[in-house]
């Protein structure tokens, strides 16, 4: 699947941490991040705009987070709900690299 | 049957900017290689230099067990729950990074390099209370011994992190033979080699910063082949189960 830009959803409860996450994606050309700090907010990001990965970040427990992917992949199968790990730099590259390899998606732009 | 997986130290990931020197063992940052993501549990093996007077302003991390392990010289840690520390070598430093903490860490020499190893391990349990902890490794007793540095008990030797993972670390004498028994059935062993040169289980030789993950295997028989060769072996769980 070939998209102009990756946008990228990020849930968590701890807003100076995601805060990171969010400069982080946005540092790479067209990456972009919307960062929520409830369910319900989440949703309706996801409803306005088709995010093809959310990343569950800090202080969203493990049943919240499935809660919420059940929620997501009704309304589009093919989104990828996963964990982000770690907080800051390390890993997030790794995580979306993966997912971008594993669903086959580019970035025309990049 | 015993499964293997060999990470040559040439073979990992590498950057260089200048201040900050990387070998990576597992994928991490601009390294990406999808068949070096983790094992187990285990999910960052880094081998860093930084440069004297630099190192990593303030940062997030979360659901993470970081452990650090210097190798020379030492590095000051702040962090927003309250702790300045310094680990030096011959200690260790552990943070449960659970539901989030900042830090940085520098260099503690303004003009001398400082080395250390870092892991990260995933953890069992979410989101907890971040706890910092930091302990005085023994010369004398990780001599032709492997010692304890972490476990998962509050009460084992060394210190303790949120995952069934079991650290030991030694330095041996040459020819002498030693093993490593797993402490739990279906965990898998990551030798690293620090310094030096072992024999594994009288086949496979690992030279200075190569790693060898080893599964299906009760116990692992190691010789050291040069003498003062330093090892480190990391136990974790090969499934991961986070609550």
């Excluded at chain 2, 940052?29 to 440069?51: C, S």
């Excluded at chain 2, 953890?123 to 492997?146: A, C, G, K, S």
């Excluded at chain 2, 080699?193 to 190569?210: K, M």
Aim: proline fraction near 4%; glycine fraction near 8%; charged fraction near 20%.
């Amino acid at each position: 699947m070939d998209i102009p830009t990756l946008n990228i959803l990020a849930i968590g409860r701890d807003s100076a941490i995601l805060e990171v996450v969010q400069r982080l994606i946005n540092s790479h050309e067209h990456w972009v991040a919307t960062i929520v700090t409830t369910d319900k907010a989440a949703i309706a990001a996801f409803t306005q705009q088709r995010h093809p990965i959310v990343f569950v970040c800090a202080g969203v427990t493990a049943e919240e987070e499935q809660a919420l992917k059940e929620r997501l992949l009704r309304l589009d199968p093919s989104v990828t709900v996963i964990r982000h790990f770690g907080g800051g730099s390390g890993l997030l590259e790794n995580e979306v690299r993966a997912i971008l390899d594993h669903k086959d998606i580019h970035i025309i732009n990049a | 049957m015993p499964n293997t997986i060999l990470h040559k130290a040439a073979t990992r990931g590498h950057a260089d900017h200048g201040w900050l020197e990387s070998f990576q063992s597992f994928s991490f940052a601009d390294y990406y290689n999808p068949e070096r993501v983790q094992f187990g549990a285990l999910r960052v093996l880094n081998d860093d230099r930084v440069d004297g007077g630099k190192g990593f302003g303030s940062h997030p991390h979360d659901n993470m067990e970081i452990i650090s392990i210097p190798l020379e010289g030492g590095l000051v840690h702040q962090d927003n729950l309250g702790n300045t520390k310094v680990v030096s070598k011959g200690e260790i430093q552990v943070m449960s990074t659970g539901k989030g903490v900042f830090h940085s860490e520098y260099n503690n020499s303004p003009d001398q390099p400082a080395k250390f190893l870092q892991i990260w391990v995933f953890p069992n349990r979410l989101n907890v209370t971040p706890r910092y902890d930091q302990i005085l490794r023994d010369p004398v007793r990780e001599h032709n011994h492997l010692q304890q540095l972490i476990s998962p008990s509050q009460q084992g030797e060394g210190t303790w992190i949120y995952q069934d993972a079991w650290f030991h670390i030694g330095h041996f004498d040459k020819d002498k033979h030693f093993s490593y028994d797993p402490k739990e059935k279906g965990n898998g062993v990551y030798l690293f080699v620090i310094s030096g040169s072992f024999l594994v289980d009288g086949t496979q030789t690992l030279e200075a910063r190569d790693g060898l993950g080893i599964t299906g295997e009760a116990a692992i028989n190691l010789t050291a082949t040069t003498d003062g060769s330093e090892l480190l072996v990391i136990e974790v769980p090969m499934n991961l189960k986070i609550q």
